[in-house]
């Protein structure tokens, strides 16, 4: 047995690796006696990509709201490298929602360069001259990555649903966040442009190197994009009071890619979601 | 036989059952006018187009002998520079207004309820204030549109501002945008199609509060003729002036739309 030297610095490296990037400890949420979530304990380290499911109002979207810091935690601690996630969105995070995520009186190319526009114009937000040209290149490379190329210069409307959600995500990876969250964004596509968005978004997310929440309602693409499938339900109930108990996460299940079998006691709620 | 509501006439056809009404109300103008005429040739309660043509012509191609000036011209001009100035001014006020307390919730709070209550308030009644605070001249009449019209803008603007989804305003923060940007780069450029719809719509309160205050108090201006010439029963001055008005309401609503379209595609998803 040989016992190793004492380096601070391997070990503050060592703590760092094993710090997950977000720790939701005793995490309840509740809307006056409305209890949604309860008792959340779960961590997540950087570079997952969580899928979440379950019935509608079961907590996942608010968890994700939390997440974002549009709610914060009625009791409990949500950390983000162990500090208080900040409670008010910012750009360590990006936001793709299922619609009304992009500028409808912008441009392609101006919905994604505005991110740099506020980030260096404080006064106008807006770039001009050299410094708008560069932004423009990183711009259209983003653009290019998601396959937008040939549309820079139309508007969102003029847009079909894929396409919009293309240039949501491009929005939302311009600034760099560490962590992406998707609220259904995938919910309202067709299946064949579903299936080419589930390539692009893996894509990304190895790209990138994102850590990715997603909410969904479809349990084989949770279990297929996901290296992680959370179901949110409720572990007690009173019928009497429906609300007096809150959701939480019931099954934590880490999912090999391309294993796209659904395990026996998760097929009531696949039925459930689809259901729905 | 189809039922009555799939039943939709091709364009030409719609174009002339719109134009139907136009002719059949001149037509019944004409042979009224005509009959009148024919028993009293000096009547003057439905003159004919000619006499019309004769006052207006006078009015507007003659110097006035009193003052030299082209009266119809000079009635026409300061009337809409009032509507104009008082327009805009309402403009900016209810805009601002709009936007702060619909974006902003600690404005929201105590400014709301009192642009409920003034908006309340019918401007004509305030039409006396106005007088005894600023006199009779221009700025009364442009004080009776602003005071009129920018309550409404306001609270139209508001309720847009308020309508905004919140992803976009979620989003734009995930962007990094401060309150001041997203003011200035999301809400300011959405809501600027919506106040040329709220002038619009206001146009109309704004022609009334014009005319109302030219008619009480002025020395010029297209309210101030037509109630003028009341006193003589000119119809042949107020027809033609009403039909002026009302030719003015129409070109200024039409260009603001046109505007609207060309400066802002954006909002009309549906138009190609």
């Given at each position: 047995?040989?016992?190793?030297?004492?380096?601070?610095?391997?070990?503050?490296?060592?703590?760092?690796?094993?710090?997950?990037?977000?720790?939701?400890?005793?995490?309840?949420?509740?809307?006056?006696d409305?209890v949604?979530?309860?008792?959340?304990?779960?961590?997540v380290?950087?570079?997952?990509?969580?899928?979440?499911?379950?019935t509608?109002?079961c907590?996942?979207?608010t968890?994700?709201?939390?997440?974002?810091?549009?709610?914060?935690?009625?009791?409990?601690?949500?950390?983000?490298?162990?500090?208080?996630i900040?409670?008010?969105?910012?750009?360590?995070?990006?936001?793709?929602?299922?619609?009304?995520s992009v500028?409808?009186?912008l441009?392609?190319l101006?919905?994604?360069?505005?991110?740099r526009?506020?980030?260096?114009?404080?006064?106008l937000?807006?770039?001009?001259?050299?410094?708008?040209?560069?932004v423009?290149?990183?711009?259209?490379?983003?653009?290019?990555?998601?396959g937008?190329?040939?549309?820079?210069?139309?508007?969102?409307?003029?847009?079909?649903g894929?396409?919009?959600?293309?240039?949501?995500?491009?929005?939302?990876?311009?600034?760099?966040?560490?962590?992406?969250?998707?609220?259904?964004?995938?919910?309202a596509?067709?299946?064949?442009?579903?299936?080419?968005?589930?390539?692009?978004?893996?894509?990304?997310?190895?790209?990138?190197?994102?850590?990715?929440?997603?909410?969904?309602?479809?349990?084989?693409?949770?279990?297929?994009?996901?290296?992680?499938?959370?179901?949110?339900?409720?572990?007690?109930?009173?019928?009497q009071?429906?609300?007096a108990?809150?959701a939480?996460?019931?099954?934590?299940?880490?999912?090999?890619?391309?294993?796209?079998?659904?395990?026996?006691?998760?097929?009531?709620i696949?039925?459930?979601?689809?259901?729905? | 036989?189809?039922?009555l509501?799939?039943?939709?006439?091709s364009?030409p056809?719609?174009?002339l059952l719109?134009?139907l009404?136009?002719?059949i109300?001149?037509?019944?103008?004409?042979?009224?006018?005509?009959?009148?005429?024919?028993?009293?040739?000096?009547?003057?309660?439905?003159p004919s187009?000619?006499?019309?043509?004769?006052?207006?012509?006078s009015?507007?191609?003659?110097?006035?002998?009193?003052?030299?000036?082209y009266?119809?011209?000079?009635d026409?001009?300061?009337?809409?520079?009032?509507?104009?100035?008082?327009?805009?001014?309402?403009a900016?006020?209810?805009?601002?207004?709009g936007?702060?307390?619909?974006?902003?919730?600690?404005?929201?709070?105590p400014?709301?309820p009192l642009?409920?209550?003034?908006?309340?308030?019918?401007?004509?009644?305030?039409?006396?204030?106005l007088?005894?605070v600023?006199?009779?001249?221009?700025?009364?009449?442009?004080?009776?549109?602003?005071?009129?019209?920018?309550?409404?803008?306001?609270?139209?603007?508001?309720r847009?501002?308020?309508?905004?989804?919140?992803e976009?305003?979620?989003?734009?923060?995930t962007?990094?945008?401060s309150?001041?940007?997203?003011?200035?780069r999301?809400?300011?450029?959405?809501?600027?199609?919506?106040?040329?719809?709220?002038?619009?719509?206001?146009?109309?309160?704004?022609?009334?509060?014009?005319?109302a205050?030219e008619?009480?108090?002025?020395?010029?201006?297209?309210?101030?003729?037509?109630?003028?010439v009341?006193?003589?029963?000119?119809m042949?001055?107020?027809?033609?002036y009403?039909?002026?008005?009302?030719?003015?309401a129409?070109?200024?609503?039409w260009?603001?739309?046109?505007?609207?379209r060309?400066?802002?595609?954006?909002?009309?998803?549906n138009?190609?």
């Amino acid at each position: 047995m040989t016992i190793l030297p004492f380096d601070k610095k391997i070990l503050d490296e060592k703590r760092a690796k094993a710090m997950p990037l977000i720790k939701a400890k005793n995490l309840w949420k509740k809307y006056g006696d409305n209890v949604v979530l309860e008792r959340m304990n779960v961590s997540v380290n950087a570079g997952e990509f969580i899928t979440m499911v379950g019935t509608s109002g079961c907590g996942k979207s608010t968890f994700l709201k939390m997440l974002l810091g549009m709610e914060s935690p009625s009791s409990g601690e949500l950390l983000l490298e162990g500090k208080p996630i900040p409670d008010e969105p910012d750009q360590s995070r990006g936001i793709v929602f299922q619609q009304y995520s992009v500028f409808p009186h912008l441009t392609v190319l101006q919905n994604v360069i505005i991110a740099r526009e506020f980030e260096h114009s404080p006064i106008l937000g807006k770039l001009f001259g050299s410094a708008k040209r560069n932004v423009v290149e990183e711009a259209k490379a983003l653009l290019e990555s998601v396959g937008l190329t040939h549309a820079l210069n139309r508007y969102p409307h003029e847009l079909s649903g894929g396409m919009k959600q293309r240039l949501a995500i491009a929005q939302a990876l311009i600034r760099q966040p560490r962590i992406l969250l998707l609220d259904e964004p995938f919910g309202a596509l067709d299946p064949g442009i579903r299936a080419d968005m589930h390539q692009l978004i893996l894509q990304l997310w190895r790209e990138h190197q994102l850590t990715v929440f997603m909410v969904t309602h479809d349990l084989s693409e949770g279990f297929y994009l996901g290296t992680r499938l959370w179901v949110f339900d409720k572990l007690r109930r009173d019928n009497q009071a429906p609300n007096a108990y809150g959701a939480s996460i019931t099954y934590d299940l880490p999912v090999t890619r391309r294993k796209n079998e659904i395990p026996a006691e998760l097929q009531t709620i696949t039925k459930e979601t689809q259901d729905l | 036989m189809k039922r009555l509501i799939n039943l939709t006439p091709s364009k030409p056809t719609r174009l002339l059952l719109g134009l139907l009404p136009f002719v059949i109300i001149i037509f019944i103008y004409l042979v009224a006018s005509d009959a009148r005429l024919a028993e009293n040739a000096t009547d003057k309660l439905l003159p004919s187009f000619a006499q019309m043509g004769d006052a207006i012509h006078s009015l507007a191609f003659e110097p006035s002998k009193r003052s030299g000036e082209y009266l119809f011209w000079q009635d026409t001009f300061s009337s809409l520079y009032r509507l104009a100035l008082g327009i805009f001014i309402a403009a900016i006020i209810g805009f601002t207004i709009g936007l702060l307390t619909g974006a902003i919730p600690s404005i929201h709070s105590p400014i709301a309820p009192l642009l409920t209550i003034i908006s309340l308030v019918p401007p004509m009644a305030l039409l006396p204030v106005l007088f005894i605070v600023f006199g009779l001249g221009e700025l009364s009449k442009v004080a009776l549109i602003v005071i009129g019209v920018a309550p409404f803008i306001a609270r139209d603007i508001q309720r847009c501002t308020q309508e905004v989804p919140l992803e976009q305003l979620v989003k734009a923060q995930t962007l990094g945008a401060s309150t001041w940007q997203i003011v200035v780069r999301i809400l300011i450029p959405q809501l600027l199609p919506r106040l040329i719809n709220a002038v619009r719509l206001s146009l109309g309160a704004g022609w009334l509060f014009l005319i109302a205050a030219e008619a009480i108090a002025s020395t010029d201006g297209l309210g101030y003729r037509i109630f003028l010439v009341r006193r003589y029963m000119s119809m042949d001055v107020i027809l033609p002036y009403v039909a002026w008005i009302t030719l003015l309401a129409f070109l200024v609503d039409w260009l603001l739309a046109k505007t609207s379209r060309i400066c802002f595609p954006w909002h009309y998803p549906n138009s190609k």
